[in-house]
């Protein structure tokens, strides 16, 4: 007997719709309970999963550096203060390699905003000699 190929796509293609939302829903939840302006999660093949649906663009083919450092090296990463092409903010981002098992199966990345970690206790207290926050 022929297996239903039809099917059997329409099964991977629900399994991974679920999928998604559940990677959107996680990201969200991080994003609200501990004050990151974005949450990502990228898969091996660059494809990025975030709060707000999967992005247009792909970490691999543009070769993030983050992306670059945590899939293809396992190893943690995090950037200098630079602008969110996204939402113009001063953002520092933290990235780190995600496992099953031994396996890298992705990258997860945190954006926190400049001004949270230049202010953590909403002091008001700090001064910004240039735009990378030195």
Known sequence: ????ISLSAAIANSLRDKAV???NAIALRIQENHGFIGVTFASLDGTMFTD??????N?????????VKTVELGTKH???????KT???HVLTIA???YVGNDIVGSVALDIAGDQIASPNGSGMF????????
């Open 21 to 23: 939302e559940e990677l």
């Open 87 to 89: 939402t113009g903010q």
């Open 96 to 98: 780190t390699p995600v």
């Open 52 to 57: 707000i649906g999967t992005l247009d663009w």
């Open 78 to 84: 995090y950037t200098a203060f630079d602008i969110d």
């Open 127 to 134: 001064m910004m000699t240039d735009r990378n926050f030195n």
């Open 59 to 67: 970490a691999k083919t543009l070769r993030r550096d983050w992306f």
């Open 1 to 4: 007997k022929k297996p239903n």
